[in-house]
């Protein structure tokens, strides 16, 4: 298995900053991805940001120039800095952990695990 957990949301105002971290453990090699999405509630849970192991970094359109997501791959977390806040980034935030496609060859220890592991989330609150 592998667990996920985020820190470091809280109330700021608008224009200001927070840093999200996702530490994930257990079986960390078998991580393929990370990745931040948020939700507001009644609404979908949006994709914010993504970090694969062997990829571009990908960001949907609203935070763009503003978030940075990056990993510290020693210590398996994710982290997303967020700048310039708004009002309508209010949300909690989550982190998901995308694990290798089994069977997964060199890493047969992974093909019994799930797809991916989320978090429980983390509240991010813009005031106006």
């Known amino acids: 298995q592998v667990q996920v957990v985020e820190s470091g949301g809280g109330l700021v105002q608008a224009g200001g900053s927070l840093r999200l971290s996702c530490a994930a453990s257990?079986?960390?090699?078998?991580?393929?991805?990370m990745v931040w999405y948020r939700q507001v509630p009644g609404e979908e849970r949006d994709l914010v940001a993504a970090?694969?192991?062997?990829?571009?970094?990908f960001y949907r359109n609203s935070v763009k120039g503003r978030f940075t997501i990056s990993r510290d791959n020693a210590k398996n977390t994710a982290f997303l800095e967020m700048n310039s806040l708004r009002p309508e980034d209010s949300a909690v935030y989550y982190c998901k952990v995308d694990i290798y496609a089994s069977p997964t060859p060199g890493l047969p220890q992974c093909d019994g695990l799930a797809r991916d592991y989320w978090g429980q989330g983390t509240q991010v609150t813009v005031s106006s």
């Open positions: 970090a694969p192991n062997d990829g571009e970094l």
């Open positions: 257990g079986d960390t090699m078998c991580i393929n991805a």
